[in-house]
């Protein structure tokens, strides 16, 4: 019988989120496993979990908040029209591939895909994605352990997507997954929210194959590669004002290394358009010679 990891999938979604998740499994009655995934620094009376069902070749996942968590109900209300689309494009794909996802707030249900007819106030939340058929509980142990890390990942970041963010500062030399090194993930991100869940979600939204030369590290490096990509933002940082809300799908862009320096070998950087044009000529947009020097940042 198969057995899911839930401290594997918290540590994937960690990883994934940058965030402290926590893993817990169980089986309910007819024997079909139960995950529960909560972020560690988030006590579970004031915060959330989501709760994953794995049924016959299907699956449930669920957001529960804590019996105290009112609060938070009401800031996720609060959450940036940039988040909410967020939310609902997420929502979207979902159900593009098949999954059912509802929605209730404040006992009636709203479509999660209409942000004009939500409340702007929120005592309660009920929200459930379903997908069914798919391939769980199988002879594939594999695919099982994909499948539910796919639709695992894809709710819990529906549900982050509304979470409240607390502003810090941010170290200006960044490694390439956008993190000092060293550093303590938390909850927190700085008031740009060059965040790992900004990075998370547009890959969610755009892919993880590089938009300018369609490299994917998981096609060339098998399971390792898989899900790896440097995210890039269209604007720089240093240019956005300070009150700007980073919306992961309009404002970054998956892109290899490779195409990720070459962008910044321009001030301002190279555009996908210019990255495309580069690739397929060796030359620069509105240049002349293959061999024009670059202008080093």
Not at 35 to 42: T, V
Not at 120 to 140: C, G
Not at 212 to 222: E, I, L, T
Request: with cysteine; hydrophobic share 40%.
């Amino acid at each position: 019988m198969w057995q899911p990891d839930a401290n594997l999938l918290a540590a994937n979604l960690s990883n994934h989120f940058g965030l402290i998740l926590i893993g817990l499994v169980e089986r309910d009655d007819q024997g079909h496993p139960r995950i529960e995934i909560r972020p560690a620094d988030l006590h579970r009376h004031d915060g959330f979990r989501v709760v994953v069902e794995l049924g016959w070749r299907n699956i449930r996942a669920t957001f529960v908040p804590g019996a105290f968590a009112r609060n938070l109900i009401g800031e996720m209300a609060a959450a940036s029209s940039e988040s909410k689309a967020l939310f609902v494009g997420l929502a979207q794909r979902a159900a593009d591939e098949g999954a059912i996802v509802t929605m209730a707030i404040n006992g009636n249900s709203v479509s999660p895909t209409e942000i004009m007819m939500w409340p702007a106030t929120w005592q309660r939340l009920d929200l459930i994605l379903q997908k069914s058929p798919l391939a769980v509980n199988t002879e594939d142990n594999d695919e099982n352990d994909r499948q539910l890390e796919v639709w695992t990942r894809r709710f819990t970041g529906m549900v982050l997507s509304l979470m409240p963010i607390e502003a810090v500062e941010e170290p200006a030399e960044l490694n390439p997954d956008g993190l000092p090194e060293g550093a303590c993930v938390r909850v927190e991100v700085n008031r740009y929210e060059r965040s790992r869940i900004n990075r998370a979600n547009c890959i969610e939204m755009l892919g993880d194959s590089c938009k300018a030369c369609g490299f994917n590290f998981g096609r060339a490096y098998g399971p390792f590669g898989q899900g790896f990509i440097h995210v890039h933002h269209i604007v720089p940082v240093s240019e956005l004002g300070e009150n700007y809300v980073i919306n992961p799908v309009r404002d970054l862009v998956p892109l290899c290394p490779n195409c990720h320096a070459m962008a910044h070998q321009r001030k301002p950087p190279l555009g996908i358009e210019d990255l495309k044009h580069l690739l397929a000529t060796g030359r620069s947009p509105g240049s002349t010679s293959s061999a024009e020097p670059s202008e080093r940042l």
